[in-house]
């Protein structure tokens, strides 16, 4: 599996950004795939994942209600919307995909991950 990330930048506070990934390599529809992030000094924390055959959708408190999570199975390319941006969401956004059993807010349950976007919200 391969996973390409895309679509961080600087942006003020209060705005949005969309971030995509596009995928390629293996079928996806037994998957879970979600966006975890991870801010200077931190531990990558999870944010949101979305189940590629079922379409249900995930998300940490910190974000529910300003992020949303969507994929274009057409495209193999996962998406993440990002509103009413604050600047503790500064951080490396990663997508990644599941195939295992393991708590999908876990990142140790993350098989494949690309290679990170940087998002930095100016105050």
């Known amino acids: 599996v391969q996973l390409q990330a895309s679509g961080g930048g600087l942006v003020p506070a209060g705005g949005s950004l969309r971030l995509s990934c596009a995928a390629s390599?293996?079928?996806?529809?037994?998957?879970?795939m979600g966006w975890f992030r991870q801010a200077p000094g931190k531990e990558r924390e999870f944010v949101a994942a979305?189940?590629?055959?079922?379409?249900?959708?995930y998300y940490a408190d910190s974000v529910k209600g300003r992020f949303t999570i969507t994929k274009d199975n057409a495209k193999n390319t996962l998406y993440l919307q990002m509103n009413s941006l604050k600047p503790e969401d500064t951080a490396v956004y990663y997508c990644?995909?599941?195939?295992?059993?393991?708590?999908?807010?876990?990142?140790?349950?993350?098989?494949?991950w690309g290679q990170g976007t940087l998002v930095t919200v100016s105050s």
């Open positions: 990644a995909a599941r195939y295992s059993t393991l708590d999908i807010r876990s990142a140790s349950a993350y098989g494949y």
């Open positions: 390599g293996r079928t996806f529809i037994s998957s879970i």
């Open positions: 979305i189940s590629w055959s079922s379409s249900s959708t």
